[in-house]
């Protein structure tokens, strides 16, 4: 990833206060960011450091206390069709297959139904999922339907994927295996991507550059970039090993 690519989205102070009678809750402090097209991007934080509630407000499912947000230079209020989401849990429905939970990404209900699922198709394909359109949520291992996931952000033909903690929920081996994977389809078809983490190692192994966020309320506290480190990465390299120890001795406990 080139430093002077364009810029894709950009964060500008994004805060997050929840107001109640009995006292007001400083989820995220302070957040600005840039995020250049078609680059690796990941936010890396303690557990309940407002990472989520970051994401849903460049989502435009939440609407932040104050702060904008810009994607290609306009700035967003609510939703934008050029974003997907992929979450850790409800990923897909499950009274829904494969397919039909691939191909429901809402810039595809203007276009025939016949060259909606041909689209949602090739990206099962692409995720590895040949075989398995008509299997529902239950018949899937965990690191199936998060393919599921990842191919119907991919068929919305979003430009930006937002992903929180996609990998959180499933067991080592098969996270590993997901992250190869994700990468490989990021190199094979390119998007804008912002992918929130708790995993040090899990944030080096993905990202271009790493940004480290400090314990709730959420700021910035350091930009890694990672474009020195070849992939694929070697987890037991010395650079990432240094690397790894430099990140693990700036990061905030989630304790309060
Ligand atoms: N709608 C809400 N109302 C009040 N507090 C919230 C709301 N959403 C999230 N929070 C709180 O904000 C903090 C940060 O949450 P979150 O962003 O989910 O953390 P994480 O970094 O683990 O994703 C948590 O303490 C959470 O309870
Ligand atoms: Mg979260």
């Known amino acids: ?13 994004l805060c997050k206060t929840y107001f109640s009678k009995k006292r007001d809750f400083d989820a995220v402090a302070d957040i600005s960011l840039e995020v250049k097209e078609n680059e690796f991007l990941v936010i890396l934080g303690p557990g309940q450091c407002g ?15 104050l702060g904008e947000v810009c994607i290609d230079d306009e700035k967003v209020t609510g939703t934008s069709e050029k974003i997907s989401m992929v979450f850790q849990r409800m990923a897909v ?13 809402p810039r595809y209900y203007h276009i025939s139904k016949k060259e909606r699922r041909k689209t949602a198709q090739g990206f099962l394909d692409m995720v590895g999922l040949e075989g398995f359109e008509k299997s529902y ?10 393919r599921v996931g990842i191919a ?17 929920a499933l067991d080592a081996q098969t996270r590993y295996a997901m992250q190869d994977e994700i990468l ?39 930009v890694y970039d990672l474009s020195g480190l070849p992939r694929p990465r070697n987890n037991v390299s010395r650079a990432f090993m240094d690397i790894r120890r430099e990140i693990t001795e700036n990061m905030d406990l989630g304790l309060e």
């Not at 990833?1 to 102070?13: E, F, P, R, V």
């Not at 509630?53 to 499912?61: A, D, E, K, R, T």
């Not at 429905?93 to 990404?105: A, H, I, Q, R, V």
């Open 137 to 146: 949520p239950r018949q899937l291992s965990g690191g199936m339907k998060q």
């Open 51 to 65: 990472k989520s509630v970051f994401l849903n407000m460049v989502s435009g499912l939440e609407k932040p206390t």
């Open 93 to 105: 429905m499950p009274w829904k297959t494969s397919m039909e939970n691939t191909e429901m990404g």
């Open 184 to 222: 490989k389809i990021w190199e094979n078809n390119k998007r804008t991507i912002i992918f929130v983490t708790n995993n040090i190692e899990e944030a080096i192994y993905l990202g271009d550059r790493i940004v480290l966020l400090t314990k709730r309320p959420a700021t910035v506290k350091q």
């Open 152 to 168: 119907r952000a991919y068929t919305a033909a979003s430009e930006i994927l937002l992903m929180d903690e996609p990998f959180g």
């Open 1 to 13: 990833m080139s430093m002077d690519g364009k810029i894709k989205l950009k964060a500008d102070h």
